[in-house]
């Protein structure tokens, strides 16, 4: 039975003509192999596509700081040399390395998650899907993880705007450690990562009591797992979670990130997972007929990223794609089987019953603590010690905040040029 | 900052917290000693510790604090919000406190700078330590470590636990006094162990603490350099052209810009067929020549022509098909892929070259989107074919430095050996480039032997790299390997065995071809298709470039550059092909 959500598909074929480097492990041209196995499927029937603008540099401000995209704006690979402070402030260079057109790269993606949220806002349709996006790790004021831009946290403060209440759910095998950081002290977010944790696995964070603070309390849940965790494990501890999460929370707009290397053979994963359990926390989401939308994020085994996401295209969709991978430009990439299906491995899952219980009861027992609307206070202004370099004289609680912050943003960011330390300016607030 | 901690609303949340405590009733104040934590998840937190030290002995403010740890961290059985100060108040009072705070490993710690990275086999011990600018200030929530089946070690604790420095309750880094930090227990949940020991916690002091595995802290940056700014709520009447504007604090003009621009609208469901997909895959198919290259690219063509009339001509255009597959050879001389090709041979990143750079001086007249384009849509992609129909169960699209002709050459080693290569190749960190280096420099003062220059541990066709005193013997053996190389990938281009007798030429054509594409000068000619980055600093210059240069097929269309080859050979070398022009 055809979907009767109205979808909307992001893409512009720019993004996938990217190199990071050799040897680097993520690959921008896995979004061609994925846009290209979805039109092969006919999907594009089903669905409408757009072609994102390229998020300005001001759009990115909504949440970067100035003077981190002037630099993304300005560096390039050869005159990385002249920047070693800048490189080394903004944590560029290895994981997230400087390369041709990254700024354009960036554009493109946030361009796509900031189109999407805005779609959704408008109510100019129910799913949203941009596979470009869901770089997760990108901090406020620097790079992380091969993430330059944080596009999940600039369309989450758009759907800010007219949802009382987010939920981001992260199914990447990482931590969402720079949406969580974002959001930490507001209960207007309400941040759930399943991720793998321990064992110097990056980025380290997510630790199941970390939980939010202030007012953010309990509203950042972290799911911390072991190697191994198979489709039966996870799809039953997600669906346990996450429902009741949206039943307590009660969230207004769902942002979903689809990360793939939580699948099994991911070149940086450890997970147990098959394309078939993936695409189950997909449908189990999307089954709460809530405005969704939908990211990529982490995958680095790029055929099994493409299969991944070319089926939750159509989950999203309602349409169950045969096995058999048609023809298409790219299907070398897929022998020896050319099939959507991957193999799980022979790998232990170190996730135990018992272990898995305990977390699912931790939780639940953070979820306990939260009251739901109309309990959730929204924030008109935000708390003084969010905003230390602001004057308290100057705050109009009657304007939007929004103006001042922009103002405020680039003032505050031309002091860091000039290497001042803010912590006199936070001082004053404490 | 602190006082709204202690206010109302943070009583009555601590009082909340406090309830989530199943099973505890009441709370003895002393800090839990939890299981020993694994030291490896901390080693490479080790940053914490020595960027620490840093960001005191630094003027511009960057500063660890700022840092995120990513410890685990563990309860301290207080109130989740109020301050440490008051917490460690009360510990003192009750005398039964016992801090055990495992921070990152001490300073001057060799594993401490080690720091967790995505890229699971970067080992980069010289990394930048990064903080974000202008710290403001943290909080350092001290939860529970998340359960594990793990046994709590309680009797370690009289071996590890140290008492810290007494320094907490004044300390500057801690409570409401610091200008930098604020230490925020937050509720506690499992603890044992009972010790004299007061609560003295000096974070500073801590970090650099050589004990203990025991407490973990998470240190939360918060200020305006790591949250994002909650917008208002808006009602949905907000929603109009002007909301944007507003927002940006530009003019944004119309709306509809900021949604995407429609590639395919939405079509009408209700009519919307389920087609049958194109079933045919590469396995089904009555080619006579099934399974082969020319029968996958037949098939391939195929579902493109039929791609192309379900979508429309400017449907297939808008949607990037254009861009997509080896059709984009079609917009590639014969030529240029096949310097394209050499430049990533002789470039390969196993020996920590990088071809990029390389490849942007040889196709001077191609935008990088170009070049990335074709390493992907065709350079990979037939790389992946062969590996497909040599050796599908190991098909690996992302070895870039694949070579069929590799397998062949089993005298250099067993195949497994090889294999292996090929896979480190791809996996494994770089070669160590200054053993390289420092070959190559030792190879021009004739202290190596061929032998010794042809390390097992390279790749066979790179080892033409290795130059010995006759410069040109290197490039004899690697012209032999990447012309068989070529061959594989070009059928157009022809064998060329009698490269060595052909090295004037050779540069000539070198030269000549990257001057085709635009490459000016000697240097760039020479440099045109190696990692100059990669030689710079450690070699003879002159006899670097006779060692690195590689072959040129003979019959590839050159185009004289004679004043080039006259500066570096001198006026004896004369071109055989073409007139020269002077």
Redesign the interface.
Known sequence: M???D?I?Y??D??V????F?????M?P?RL?MT??LV????L??????????KA?P??LA??H?A?YIDFLHRVT?DAINLFELE?????L???CPVF??LFEFCQIYAG?T???A??L??Q?CDIAINWAGGLH?A????AS??CYINDL?LG??EL?????RVLYIDIDV?HG?GVE??????D??MTVSFHK?????????G?????G?QEG?YYAINV?LKDGIDDASFTKLFKAIIAKVVETYLPGVIVLQCGADSLAGD??GCFNLSIEGHAECVRFVKSFNLPLLVTGGGGYT??NVARCWTVETGVLLD?E??N??????????F??D?SLKIQSRNMENLN?R??LS??KM?VF??L??IQHAPGVQ??????D?????FDEDEQNPDE????H???K?IQ?DD??YD?????????E?? | ??S?LNDDSSQL?CE??R??N?GESPLPLFIPVLEKY?L??L???GFHSKSEAESRNS?????AADK?S????T?VPCD?TISVHSCLRAAEDAGTVTSLVHFKRPYGDGNSDDV?????R?K?RD???????????L?I?L???????ETLATADLDDNAESLTDNSLSSPCLA?N???R?I?F?SC?EYFGNDDRRLEIDPLEVLRSPLSDYLHC?L???????????????S?L??KNG??S?????DVGS?D???????????D?SS?V??C???????ECDCPDEGSMRC?RQ??M???ER?KL??GNEKFF????C?????VSQKWTRDEETLFHKVVLLNP?SLG?????VL?RAFRSRS???L??Y???VFI?RK??EQ?RFD??K?D??NDEWQESSYDEVAISDEEEVEEDQEDS?VES?VDVDDVGIRTCLSEQGDMHDDEVYDEDYDDEDKGFFGDSDGFRGIRLKAKNTSQTIDKHSSDVADDQDIQDDSCTSYEGQFNLCDDFGVHGKTDAINCITDDEYVKGCHDSKLWEINCVGAVEKDMELLPTCHVIEEVFGKETVENDAGCTP
């Open positions: 055809p979907s009767k109205r909307a992001f893409y074929g720019d996938g003509n990217v190199y480097g050799p040897n680097h492990p690959k041209h061609c846009h290209h039109l092969s499927y006919d594009h029937k089903k669905m409408e596509i757009y072609r994102p603008h300005y001001v759009e909504q949440f700081s003077d690979p490189l080394s402030r903004y944590n260079g290895e994981d041709d057109n796509g900031l189109d999407a805005r779609r806002n408008n100019l790790h901090k406020k004021c620097q993880g091969f946290v989450i403060l800010l705007k007219y949802h009382a990482h450690d950081e974002a959001f930490y002290f507001t207007r977010v944790y321990g064992d110097k696995f990056f980025p380290g964070t630790d199941v009591k970390d939980i603070e309390k911390p070149r940086l790029k055929e349409t794609l045969q058999g991978i048609p023809n298409n430009e790219y299907i070398n990439y022998a020896p050319y135990s018992t272990y305990t977390i931790q027992e953070s306990r603590c929204m924030q008109e202004v935000p708390p010690f969010y905003l230390p370099d939007r905040v929004d103006q912050i922009q103002d943003q505050r002091e860091y290497g001042d330390n803010d912590v006199d300016h936070n001082n607030h404490l | 900052m602190y709204g949340v909340n917290s309830e989530v199943i694994q490896s998840d080693e490479s937190e003027c511009d403010g960057n500063s995120v990513k410890e685990q961290t309860d989740s967790v990275r995505k890229r699971a970067q980069d990394k930048k330590l990064v903080s974000s600018p202008g710290i403001s200030s909080i929530c939860n529970e470590t998340p359960a594990s089946e409401s610091s200008g930098d604020h925020q937050s949940h998470r939360v940056p918060i200020g305006p350099s790591h949250q994002a700014v909650i917008p208002e709520l808006r949905r907000a929603l909301a944007l507003f927002d940006l604090g530009v709306n810009k900021w949604l995407g621009a429609c590639a395919v609208a939405m079509p469901l919307v389920m087609e997909q194109n079933c045919c895959s590469l396995r996958a098939h391939i195929e579902a493109r791609l379900r979508l808008q949607l990037g098909f861009e997509m597959g080896e059709v990143a070259r990088n071809f990029w750079p942007s990088c989107k170009e990335v384009s390493y992907f849509n992609l992946r074919a497909n599908p169960l098909a699209s992302d791809v770089p």
